[in-house]
């Protein structure tokens, strides 16, 4: 029907799921009006349709004008501009449902038509599914919904990659709160890796919030890490002991193990037997009384010499009040020994532990004094306090209720605001967040508080700091672990990064679903249309052109890739990280602001309890 | 480690990490003690001292704590 209104053109060649369409003489480029809406013909991006037979094939713009002429035409017809290249993605039964991939090819002659928002709907829409969500609309058509599959979304993973102010935050946020409906998906388990602290206003009806330094009076929770929940190879790391030589680890190792097997006697623990416990079990132990034992064995003195040492033959100073100062644990306080002397009758000698790790004791010993570190050093309730009359004290608590307390709460999502975590040990401690989550998930997953059942998804703000090629550190190892593996077990991921090029292509290119904002640097586009499978460069050539809030979204969750606009979400659900302004035009801020009287005081007591909304010293001034 | 030899009655080579602060001695009976927390300058005397034995005597044997190898 060459006089139908879409029709556009024939197609002339056919390469794989590449075709040229030469348009027809009369199409007018340009303006077409379909039912009353108007149709820009030869858009990149938009879609044709080629009718053959009953089916229907659709595929993707991906170049227009005189370079879309195939290479054997170009010289015979050197004024080719009225061409198309198009890229096939599927088809569609005449009445029946669209599906990915193509099973028939066109041939010459087959006809081209644009595709209209009728057709349009028949791909994408499908808005009374269960299982899809509603993210925004179509860029190019704006009354069909942009919808997602969210069981292919979340068991398959997903990357949010885009530049700095594209709009990532926003679309995660639009994401999560669409997720976290609490009509659609009440039982909905989302955790939040959350570095630089922008969730708390988008999501704060939605969400528990932890955060060291927690501010209670806003409903924040304080986030405790116990290190006694680490394995050892993880706690070493994140101690001075980390790059002890093979025999003083061996014996450190040995240490840790009895400390755990003491406490397992001192109370037994369902699941695990003084025979099956390893030093990696998940068994309360004290790193004080750790640090407390080990400066005894090796820092002591002794009144006598190497093989016939003992505990009674330390030489321990005595107090104004007659008992040796044996120090204090919890306290962080070493035993006072007395001096070496080199002869005499109370000759005093070294300790002759074997073992070279008095540094390491020491800069324990200042580890454990520093208040920084209180949230994985004294995690509050499972923090066992030992002291000389119960050196095997328990915590109050279990690991079970701190999982309880961060996958299985009455809200659907858990922000881990890692905004107060020393850099220094922040990558290995989003490793061990995410590890304890998976192994506790992994180990569960036949139950119905596990995996399987009820699946959880990761959320990786910031992604590229931590998940980069090369570093071989605990974070990216876990989240390696969790998108090869997390699809069985119900453990998804959600990749967030501004620098795409920066993240381990293992990682990225596990990821089904891609939703590329504006990119503009080379590198990171080329990263990830290298990624995506389909055959769709064309598409991605758009990215460094789009509009704040647009996204192509491509990957297992859609049936077609996609260009949408993200729905902006409402004033008070906007992610904590937009710009700041230099130009305010209310002139609540900014550099246009008159000049104001200004408090530093106030600014170096912020930076001392280096906490930016409350303060750790309730008894300062607020 | 690397020790280096030296010239003296009983000693036969001297090896220093400054990593570990760890020095290590062979004697001349081929017997290698490692001495912990030895400060760089106390190693570094000990390599100009006029003897060499001696010096471990009085300054390193009963001062820090070691161990066989």
């Known amino acids: ?134 993210v925004g609309n179509l860029a190019s058509a704006e009354s069909i919904p942009a919808l997602i599959d969210i069981d292919r979304l979340i068991t398959r993973h997903s990357a949010v990659v885009g530049t700095t102010g594209a709009g990532k935050s926003t679309t995660v946020a639009s994401l999560l709160v669409s997720l ?49 929940a680490l394995s050892l190879d993880e706690l070493l790391r994140v101690t001075p002991f980390r790059g002890l030589n093979d025999a003083d680890r061996a014996a450190l190792v040995e240490k840790v193990k009895q400390l755990k097997l003491a406490s397992l006697q001192a109370q037994a623990r369902n699941g695990v037997t003084i025979d099956t416990m390893t030093v990696d079990t998940p068994i309360p132990f004290s790193i004080h009384r750790l640090w407390y034992e080990l400066h005894r064995y090796v820092c002591a003195t002794h009144t006598a010499q190497g093989a016939n040492q003992c505990d009674a033959t330390e030489a321990i100073e005595q107090g104004s009040n007659g ?34 790790i008095r540094r390491q004791i020491m800069a324990t010993e200042s580890l454990l004094r520093d208040t920084r570190y209180d949230f994985m050093f004294r995690p509050g309730p499972w ?26 709460g009455d809200k659907p999502i858990t922000i881990l605001d890692l905004s107060g975590v020393p850099v220094s040990i922040l990558l290995d401690l989003i490793g061990v967040l995410i590890r304890l989550l998976f192994d506790a998930l992994f180990w569960a997953r036949y139950l119905p508080e596990g995996g399987r059942t009820r699946p959880l998804l990761f959320v990786l703000e910031e992604a590229h700091a931590y998940l980069n090629a090369g570093n071989e550190g605990a974070a ?81 969750a859609v049936h077609l890739p996609l260009r949408a606009l993200i729905d902006a979400p409402a004033k008070n659900r906007r992610p904590d990280s937009h710009d700041p302004k230099i130009y305010d035009p209310d002139a609540n801020g900014g550099w246009n602001r008159q000049k104001q009287a200004e408090n530093y005081a106030r600014v170096l007591e912020k930076w001392r309890s280096e906490n930016p909304r409350g303060t750790n010293n309730p008894g300062g001034n607020p | 480690m690397n020790r280096t030899p030296v010239s003296s009655s009983n000693v036969a080579s001297v090896g220093y990490d ?9 004697f001349k009976d081929g017997s290698v003690y490692q001495y ?15 003897s060499v034995g001696q010096f471990i005597h009085s300054n390193i044997r009963n001062n820090y704590r070691y161990a066989k190898v």
């Open chain 1, 1 to 134: 029907m060459p006089n139908s209104p879409t029709y556009l053109g024939t197609v002339q060649d056919v390469q794989g799921a590449t075709i040229s369409i030469a348009l027809d003489k009369d199409t007018v480029s340009g303006l077409a009006f379909i039912d009353g809406h108007g149709y820009r013909i030869g858009q990149i991006g938009s879609f044709v349709r080629i009718s053959i037979g009953f089916t229907d094939l659709f595929g993707i713009v991906s170049q227009v004008g005189a370079g879309a002429v195939p290479e054997a035409l170009a010289k015979v017809e050197p004024y080719g501009y009225r061409w198309l290249k198009v890229q096939l993605v599927g088809e569609g039964q005449r009445s029946g449902e669209f599906k990915r991939g193509i099973s028939q090819y066109p041939t010459i002659g087959d006809e081209a038509h644009l595709v209209t928002e009728q057709d349009l709907t028949r791909i994408y829409g499908r808005p009374d599914a269960p299982n899809f969500v509603r």
């Open chain 1, 180 to 228: 976290s409906d609490p009509g659609r998906y009440p039982s909905a388990r989302i955790i939040v890796l959350d570095i630089h602290g922008e969730y708390h206003a988008a999501l704060n009806d939605r969400a528990t919030i932890f955060r060291v330094n927690a501010d209670e009076t806003h409903g924040e929770q304080p986030l405790f890490i116990p290190y006694w």
């Open chain 1, 323 to 356: 008992q040796p100062m044996l120090g204090d644990i919890m306290g962080v306080n070493p035993p006072r020994y007395r001096p070496i002397t080199s002869g005499g009758p109370n000759r005093v000698y070294l300790s002759g532990a074997l073992l070279n």
């Open chain 1, 383 to 408: 923090c066992p306090n030992p002291t000389f009359q119960n050196l095997d004290a328990q915590p109050a608590q279990d690991l079970d209720a701190l999982i309880k307390s961060w996958v299985g």
């Open chain 1, 476 to 556: 990216s190892f876990a989240a390696r672990r969790i998108v090869k593996e997390g699809r069985k077990y119900g453990v998804g991921a959600m990749i967030v990064s501004q620098r795409p090029a920066e993240i381990d292509p293992t990682i990225l290119s596990q990821c089904g679903t891609m939703f590329a904002m504006r990119l503009a640097n080379a590198t990171d586009r080329s990263h990830v249309t290298g990624t995506v499978s389909d055959n769709l460069e064309g598409l991605f050539n758009m990215l460094p052109a789009l509009r704040t809030g647009e996204v192509i979204i491509v990957g297992e």
């Open chain 2, 18 to 26: 400054p990593n570990t602060l760890t020095l290590e001695v062979e």
């Open chain 2, 36 to 50: 912990f927390d030895v400060p760089e300058t106390v190693y570094q005397e000990l390599m100009r001292a006029s």
